[in-house]
């Protein structure tokens, strides 16, 4: 890999943050959005990034921008902002983000619940693009953290078009955003932390923080991204994207440091020789960083992973457990399908075994992504569920591995309730020898007699088939009236929260959810929405009702699902 370009010239560079919390009509976000502010500022103004220190003049290289109230004259301060920057230009929004439409927009102090003055109110990300296409600056970079945020890598927003790096002579542009385009941002309530932060700037920040230590040439937007990324990911987090255009990605945004080894050496007794117990640790703890470094270079692909595995291997030998890892994973197939592509003349058949026996040295050693791992290795290609227990087990005394817990929870639901497999697992038989499919052909009935709004009633008549054309006629009725107030008639947006709801409230991926097939989940969404008629604010909360109620009177996702797809015509 090349040597990352130095830091900008901050005389010839422009930073613009904009953080906003005190809102009128939408939900409160107080704390976590303006310590996200301020962690963020302190973090360009620090050492790591060196800023000239803001004072509030209009004439600052770095502009702070504090609960804007309304749209106002901001887009004209961001083409003033920029029209100078010919090094750097960068746009950082916490807050809350809004979709009308398919306009994303920065909802702003003022800015409604819904309605057509989310435009006119809020700042609109194509006020954003259009200032910074305007720009001179040979690199560009959108930091978004806001809900629907995912927007702005799309094709028709990105700032990665070819046009734009050309008429702007930019060697480069980068957008990184919280989440899709369809997905809510999330933050810590202050019921959970002592300084709360929104989870995107907080694992962002850390990860360019904690990256500067032993990479002296400093940490690049795309090595910070894709750490924040695989931590946010590891912790169940919504998964954030990027749109990179040339170089970009490679842009130093932090000064890096030499890190010192430790000092404190601890005698190994678990068999396996541990990294900081031998004098090889920096030689060993270089090779893993390089081998991750190339892993994550933007420019990889399939035909690197020989070169990838060849330094893991050398590091796992020499007692790495996070290299041990790297190396199963390579081994079971995971970074190649990641990656894409296949190798040239290689077989492309996984060595299960081999994997295995990487992840258990890990899981030895103390490693909790090897324990989690070995245990999804013994769950969807072995079958033996035990086994996978014992493994999520000693994952999930890892706090941070919230991925273990949702497996481990997911897995002992699953056995408890005698549900078969995951669709997604392999080598475990037959979907249709699965218990769900069992019982969906025993006829069990799906009934909702507790239901106490109308809807509710009006739905469990047509399940009894009690219900006549003006029943359905009413149902239909209802559910459109939803989707125009709640939705802004917009369906593809209401299902979008919804499935993120009804997932979660269902175990995930490894949990009851799991076990449906995609036709399945697509039923049990629709009815979903038709019973509840979720809003915005009260969809997690209807979502965890509604499994509690289905659990409570004994009923399978998958029966459920099944009585909706007959419902809407769809067996």
């Known amino acids: 890999m090349t040597r990352p370009e130095p830091l900008y010239d901050y005389a010839r560079s422009r930073a613009v943050l904009i953080g906003v919390w005190d809102y009128e009509h939408l939900p409160p976000v107080a704390s976590a ?30 502009q702070i921008v504090r609960n804007p109230r309304r749209r106002n004259n901001l887009p004209d301060d961001l083409m003033r902002w920029f029209e100078d920057a010919t090094d750097l230009a960068l746009i950082y929004f916490v807050g809350h983000g809004r979709l009308y439409g398919d ?45 629907f945020s995912g927007q702005a890598t799309l094709p028709r927003h990105t700032l990665s078009a070819p046009a734009i790096t050309e008429l702007t002579h930019c060697s480069g542009a980068i957008t990184l955003t919280a989440t899709d385009a369809y997905r809510t941002a999330w933050y810590e309530p202050d019921s959970t932390s002592s300084h709360p932060q929104t989870h995107f700037t907080r694992y962002l920040v850390d990860a360019i923080e904690t990256g500067a230590d032993g990479h002296p040439h400093g940490v690049s937007l795309e090595a910070a991204f894709a750490t924040a990324s695989a931590a946010l990911v590891r912790d169940g987090k919504p998964r954030p994207t990027q749109s990179v255009r040339h170089h970009a990605g490679r842009f130093v945004i932090a000064r890096g440091s030499v890190r010192r080894p430790p000092s404190d050496r601890q005698e190994d007794t678990s068999g396996e020789q541990a990294v900081g117990t031998g004098p090889t640790h920096q ?251 979720p809003t915005r604010d009260s969809v997690e909360s209807d979502a965890t009702a509604f499994r509690k109620q289905t659990r409570d009177a004994g009923q399978r996702l998958a029966n459920i699902a099944h009585t909706a797809n007959l419902l809407r015509g769809q067996p």
């Open 33 to 62: 959005t303006r310590n996200s502010l301020d962690r963020m500022t302190d973090l360009l103004q620090g050492p790591r990034c060196g800023w000239p220190r803001s004072s509030g003049s209009p004439a600052d290289r770095l």
């Open 283 to 533: 030689d060993v703890e270089a090779l893993f960083q390089a081998a991750l470094a190339l892993e994550r270079d933007w420019d990889i692909d399939a035909a690197g992973l020989p070169r990838i595995e060849s330094m893991y291997r050398d590091a796992a030998e020499a007692g790495h457990p996070e290299a041990m890892t790297r190396l199963g994973l390579i081994l079971e197939g995971r970074t190649q399908e990641r990656l894409g592509g296949t190798l040239p003349g290689e077989s492309t058949a996984p060595d299960i075994d081999g994997a295995m026996h990487w992840y258990a040295r890990a899981a030895r050693l103390g490693s909790s992504h090897g324990a989690y791992f070995l245990g999804l290795a013994y769950e969807d290609h072995l079958g033996n569920w035990p086994e996978a227990l014992n493994w999520y087990r000693q994952a999930a005394r890892d706090e941070r591995n919230w991925a273990a817990r949702k497996a481990l929870t997911g897995l002992e639901d699953r056995m408890a309730r005698g549900l078969g497999p995951l669709t997604h697992a392999g080598n475990l038989g037959e979907p249709g020898n699965s218990a769900h499919h069992q019982d969906r052909e025993n006829g069990e009935s799906v009934v909702f007699s507790n239901r106490a709004n109308e809807q509710g009633e009006l739905v469990a008549r047509i399940l009894a088939g009690q219900a006549g054309p003006d029943v359905v006629a009413a149902v239909q009725n209802n559910f459109q009236q939803w989707l125009r107030g709640q939705w802004g008639g917009d369906q593809r947006l209401a299902l979008a929260f919804c499935v993120n709801a009804l997932a979660e409230a269902c175990g995930g991926a490894r949990g009851e959810w799991g076990t449906l097939s995609e036709k399945e989940q697509s039923g049990l969404v629709w009815f979903f929405s038709l019973l509840c008629l």
């Open 103 to 147: 306009e994303l927009c920065l909802a702003l102090a003022e800015s409604p619940l819904s309605g057509s003055a989310q435009k006119t109110t809020g700042l609109r990300f194509s006020d954003v693009r259009e200032a910074l296409e305007e720009s001179q600056a040979a690199t560009k970079v959108v930091i978004l953290d806001c809900c």
